[in-house]
């Protein structure tokens, strides 16, 4: 592995942890209800998708005991995993309240 790879290695699992990031083209200033359902999709789908994979995380943990492997899967995939699916709840949440809001009339 080069350094080239190491770095943008690295940077991916920053970027995955950062609660506050957004996808490309995900504009939290729009108030267009298509926008908000398309992005309840994208969100729904992708917590879906991880949290398949928190649940396959889970059962491996059950065959590695007290295991280098057992710490690392225990110390960062599944810290990862969780806190991207607490990341896509909220933003989950936040395109739910814009749908409702623009549903309301209460959009700006």
Request: hydrophobic share 35%; proline share 6%; net charge negative.
């Amino acid at each position: 592995m080069n350094e080239q790879t190491v770095t943008r290695d690295e940077r991916a699992g920053e970027e995955a942890a950062d609660p506050n990031r957004l996808l490309p083209d995900e504009d939290p200033s729009s108030h267009d209800p298509d926008d908000a359902r398309h992005w309840l999709e994208v969100y729904d789908e992708l917590l879906d998708f991880k949290r398949k994979m928190l649940t396959i995380a889970e059962e491996a943990l059950d065959g590695m005991r007290d295991k280098p492997a057992r710490r690392e899967v225990v110390d960062t995939d599944r810290r990862v995993l969780r806190a991207e699916c607490d990341r896509f709840e909220k933003r989950l949440a936040f395109w739910r309240n814009r749908l409702a809001a623009a549903r309301d009339g209460k959009g700006p």
